[in-house]
């Protein structure tokens, strides 16, 4: 009933739309690097004679090559058929879901975008998991592992002011102090976001991040709703002398800067003793080019580990000994790789719901999960944040999120204008972001 007063999703219809260029533009693109990356295994795998695998790759290429087939020439989007154990929520899911286009079937150009985004992951995975040889190959890993590397200077700051930073405030628990290094470590958590690989359609860009702690200042004027001091007003009340049970979660998003900043935070959160565990929803398959899975995580720490940089390395011995001890814990659920948005989550997913309600607090960290916390819907962007949650809100919540979608919420009259008026590209280009907080609904 709710969903009769909800506006429409976000589709490529609407031609303009950053919607429409991505399905028409950027997930090609994505899909193509895919398969032309599969091709060069092929090719490696003949080179070496190894032709029991190369056979199997070129089995996965044909797959992809179908679904790009599938996409150029706006066919209705097939049910899934491999074996993985979300097949049944995906198929109830685009059996039930109408196209936005009446007496249209449900397709890449007429259907909503968040579900054909998603969509494309998912039979990207297909296409390796239901071979016999590469099921669990990720085909975006090499990107991730190269866009880290290209941001390593910022990694060596980062580390060398995080591990600064607890010492002193270790020392002099000074609660302004802690407050004002919690937003910095928020900001840089938040503007990790700015880059993601989904938006450069995969193409890594040199030393992204590097001179974000210089820039934090200049950034904060490009913040448009900001919220952080609402989030201390949760945080800061907690009584950190003692010995406690809170947890708090983070939905991640990027593999590579963005979540070493999201685990700077998470340090600073439990080495202040304001949180006991951190737990980190990672993704269960690749998706969306950079999100970040365990797999990529473990990759980060053995990295860190063996840096050159003392801070770096330091860093990541004390996170690998987090995670063995499990004030670091990583958490999977099929869920997070679905198309459903986030208000669904209580009826279609109600043990996920019910394990984010015990959290004190929950970042969503990136666009994506902003798209599925408001519904990928076209709100007018005054819409207040609370309503566009649509019934969401399992325990206090955050959004870190720079803007890469058309769409926002929450904003102030004539916020969206000014905003245009500096860059008319401000609700694509990352160059605005949001800080939203919900407590309860
Ligand atoms: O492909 C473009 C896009 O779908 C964005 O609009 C989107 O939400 C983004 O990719 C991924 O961004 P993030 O990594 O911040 O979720
Ligand atoms: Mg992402």
């Given at each position: ?6 506006p ?369 819907r076209k709100w007018p962007h005054t819409t207040p944040?609370?309503k566009a ?19 926002v919420v929450?904003l102030?009259p004539?916020?969206d ?25």
């Open positions: 009933m709710q969903n009769l007063s909800r429409e999703p976000l589709s490529a219809k609407d031609k303009g739309s950053f919607a429409f260029d991505t399905v028409n533009r950027r997930m090609p693109m994505i899909l193509t690097r895919v398969i032309d990356s599969t091709s060069k295994l092929a090719s490696k795998l003949t080179e070496k004679n190894d032709n029991v695998k190369a056979d199997n790759v070129k089995e996965i290429i044909s797959k992809l090559s179908g679904l790009k087939y599938e996409m150029e020439t706006n066919k209705p989007l097939k049910i899934l058929n491999d074996d993985e154990d979300d097949v049944k929520m995906w198929n109830e899911y685009l059996q039930e879901t109408k196209s936005l286009v009446p007496g249209k079937d449900l397709a890449f150009y007429t259907g909503a975008w968040l579900l054909c985004e998603c969509y494309m992951y998912r039979r990207i995975y297909q296409a390796f998991t239901s071979s016999s040889m590469f099921k669990t190959h990720d085909p975006f890993s090499d990107q991730k592992r190269e866009s880290f590397f290209s941001t390593i200077d910022s990694v060596k700051s980062l580390s060398e002011y995080i591990i600064q930073c607890s010492t002193t405030l270790g020392k002099n628990p000074d609660n302004e102090a802690i407050k004002l290094e919690f937003e910095t470590l928020l900001q840089f958590s938040l503007w990790a976001n700015k880059c993601d690989l989904s938006v450069s359609g995969g193409v890594v860009m040199d030393s992204q991040h590097t001179g974000m702690a210089e820039q934090l200042k200049i950034l904060k004027t490009w913040i448009l709703v900001d919220n952080s001091s609402e989030v201390w007003e949760l945080l800061g009340t907690i009584d950190r002398s003692i010995n406690h049970e809170i947890h708090i979660d983070f939905v991640l998003d990027n593999a590579g800067f963005e979540v070493f900043a999201d685990l700077c935070l998470a340090e600073f959160l439990l080495s202040l003793n304001i949180a006991k565990t951190i737990f980190f929803h990672v993704k269960n398959i690749p998706w969306f080019v950079s999100d970040a899975s365990a797999k990529d995580i473990e990759w980060l720490v053995a990295q860190m580990q063996q840096s050159e940089n003392d801070y770096v390395s330091q860093l990541g011995k004390k996170w690998k000994s987090r995670f063995e001890e499990g004030s670091f814990q990583m958490k999977k659920h099929k869920y997070w790789t679905l198309a459903h948005d986030y208000s669904e989550m209580k009826t279609n997913a109600p043990e996920l719901y019910a394990e984010l309600s015990k959290a004190k607090l929950v970042f969503f960290k990136g666009d994506l999960n902003y798209r599925k916390l408001v519904g990928d944040f609370a949650l649509w019934g969401f809100c399992p325990a206090p919540l955050c959004s870190l999120r720079t803007l890469k979608a058309d769409v929450g102030k004539g916020q204008r000014e905003a245009e008026a500096k860059d008319k590209q401000w609700m694509v280009n990352g160059t605005h972001a949001v800080i939203q907080y919900q407590h309860s609904l």
